[in-house]
């Protein structure tokens, strides 16, 4: 059970009421949720594919700017040369998709972000990372290495994790 309060505060972050969270995945330093796990299927039984969703407004707000910047373009050329690095994103989305479908099984291999095979959405990617800690998703963890750099994000990541 999700306390109260976070849902409280999730739902402040997001501008509506929060659905089907089952969990906090990621705290700020200052222990503020920033990352939720959601269910694979919302209360009214829509599939909601994406696990793990990116809530504190300045992270969404450094996500969308990044994604503004021409990082996903970039992140997908080099996804196709670089079978290392695309070798590790598909194992970020099997390891994704084997935790939802833990969960509850939606019948499709769709996870979200663009994985695995291009960068769609850093918003997913960072999140995950943020759940799953570094070395898990190589793009979510590149971006959040960007933001950790930033002054303004001392608050809202831990620099030690994603330097």
Not at 1 to 24: F, K, T
Not at 64 to 82: I, N, P
Request: overall charge negative; proline content about 9%; hydrophobic content about 40%.
């Amino acid at each position: 059970m999700v306390d109260p309060a976070d849902l409280e505060v999730v739902g402040r972050q997001l501008g509506r009421e929060p659905r089907g969270v089952l969990e906090i995945s990621y705290r700020c330093p200052n222990g503020e949720p920033a990352v939720v796990k959601t269910a694979p299927k919302l209360p009214d039984g829509t599939p909601f594919p994406t696990l793990y969703y990116l809530t504190h407004p300045a992270l969404t707000a450094a996500a969308s700017r990044l994604e503004s910047s021409g990082l996903m373009a970039e992140m997908t050329a080099r996804l196709k040369q670089d079978p290392e690095l695309a070798a590790g994103y598909r194992a970020a989305h099997e390891s994704y998709l084997a935790e939802r479908d833990a969960i509850e099984t939606l019948g499709t291999t769709f996870t979200g972000g663009g994985m695995p095979d291009r960068v769609k959405c850093l918003h997913v990617l960072m999140a995950h990372s943020l759940a799953k800690g570094r070395g898990v998703n190589p793009f979510g963890d590149e971006a959040l290495a960007i933001l950790a750099a930033e002054p303004a994000m001392a608050g809202i990541l831990r620099p030690e994790d994603w330097l």
